[in-house]
């Protein structure tokens, strides 16, 4: 299960921005999973 750093994802979007939204997720993510789902921007 994923969770957010504020009260919800759309929250955390808006207030800390994209790269910190990322940043969250990316560490909660299994390492299969990040080589299998992940896509790098920018």
């Given at each position: ?37 992940w896509?790098?921007?920018?």
């Amino acid at each position: 299960m994923l969770s957010p750093v504020l009260e919800d994802f759309n929250e955390d979007l808006r207030r800390l921005g994209i790269g910190a939204l990322r940043a969250n997720l990316r560490v909660q993510l299994a390492p299969p999973d990040v080589a299998r789902f992940w896509l790098e921007t920018g």
